[in-house]
């Protein structure tokens, strides 16, 4: 199924969304809503994909060259209306085929939509097809009007519907399939003969309904689908649409979301068969899930590839791998290139970044573990530092196999830490430390006695060392 030409409409300033960022830039489950609809439209597989802008040019002219590098623009410079929008698109075209025009405000519409619109506007061999929909409220929406034999005659907006019209509940959802050759002959008939003095789109109906066009419509069995963005509540309308239908997918793929709304899980994300998904969770970019790992409660995971069996709670982490069985959090803060090998776990108050840690390796209490390299069944005990930073420069600690770091010590870079050997609880470690070696580094023990007894006479503490039987010498 190939489509002769796509064109969606992005012109528009989206005033009611009060934003510095173009309209079809926000975001629905981390896409933006132009990518959704771009993403949507490559099922009808367009010979070419046009998309006007206009409104933020600059930063939507960006945007399109990552997710759609071969989709044309073409710039509205003054926004008269959707009419004027089509017209600046069919300049330089020729009338074979068909074109798919609509709107970028219109994330939750499926690619299967578009294309059992294209086949009916195919099997009816119309100059028009609209997709509409009946909606419980069409405030705000054009209206689809029908002759007595249900033929559409034409299409009414709000601001021009009489009371009779306003109360007709058949929408249009600005998503149409035309004959390229019949819309090229009448888009220059448009006029501004109406309340906003714009050229509309949808005037082009009844000039084709004129000319003994035959004109068609798909009515869409879930409304849903068509609901258009203009502001902030119904942006959030959309994206809660959107969390329900990607989790419903990853559960019926076999995932289990303990509760799905407060999980949201990015489209771009891929989980496995029996990933266990807790509450308050979030699943962003290209995160990838293997099989039987265990995510949540409260976890973000930010463009990170985690293995089979993992376990990760109440953690946050971006660009990291975590290895097969890896345990991590409560509390993990795992930042850009983490990488935890199999079996390896960071416990509660650990932050890491740029770092590896090998396989059966631990962090288990309080650490920061920052550009270092790990090996092998290794234990870094509670509260230890990577001193990485100079003030000036960031250095690299390296640390071997079976290794067994005292708790509280820190390694200060650039330092080696050789295979087997164990630093001394409250160690500051500046030298490297060979193979088997103890290192300690630290003030030697001096008990002064009596001391209490003598300097804090009559308090708590003298009267139980006194109990204990300790003595003013
Ligand atoms: C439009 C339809 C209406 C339909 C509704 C569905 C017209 C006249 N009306 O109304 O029948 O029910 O969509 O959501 O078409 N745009 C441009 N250039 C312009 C004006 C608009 O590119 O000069 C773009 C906008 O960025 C937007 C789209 O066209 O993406 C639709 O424009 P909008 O002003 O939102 O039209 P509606 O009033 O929603
Ligand atoms: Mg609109």
Known sequence: MQIELAVVLAAGEGTRM????????????????????????????????????GAHKESVEAHIKEIAPSAKTVFQKVRNGTGHATELALANESNAGSVLIMAGDIPLITGMTLVELFEVHQRSKSAATILTATVPDPTGYGRILRD????????????????????????????????LGKL???????????????????????????ANEPVSSYNIPDYVEILGVNDRAKLADCAAIMRDRINEQHMFNGVSIIDPTTTWIDRSVELSKDVTIFPGSALQGNTKVSENCVIGPRTTLVDCNVQAGAQI????????????NANVGPFSYLRSNTQLAANTKVGAYVEVKNSKIGADSKVPHLSYIGDAQIGTGTNIGAATVIVNFDG?????????????????????????IGDGAYTAAGSVVTEDVPAGALAVARGKQSNILGWVLRKRKGSKSAEAAKSAGASEK
Do not use: W
């Open 313 to 324: 709670i109440e953690s946050y982490a971006i660009e990291s791998n975590i290895g097969e």
């Open 184 to 210: 090229i002959e009448v888009i220059g008939k448009l006029e501004r003969n109406n309340s906003q003095n714009e050229l509309y789109l949808t005037d082009v109906i009844e000039h084709l309904v004129a």
């Open 18 to 53: 009060r934003s510095g960022t173009a309209k079809v830039l926000h975001k629905v489950c981390g896409q933006t809503m132009l990518h959704h609809v771009v993403q949507s439209i490559s099922a009808i597989n367009p010979k070419s994909l046009k998309i006007v802008v």
């Open 392 to 416: 000036e420069n960031k250095h690299e600690t390296k640390i071997g196999n079976h290794v067994r770091v005292g708790s509280d010590s820190m390694l200060v870079a650039p330092v080696n």
């Open 148 to 179: 007595e034999k249900g033929k559409i005659t034409h299409i009414v907006e709000e601001k021009e519907a009489d009371s009779a019209t306003k109360a007709i509940d058949e929408i249009n959802s600005g998503i149409y399939i035309f004959a």
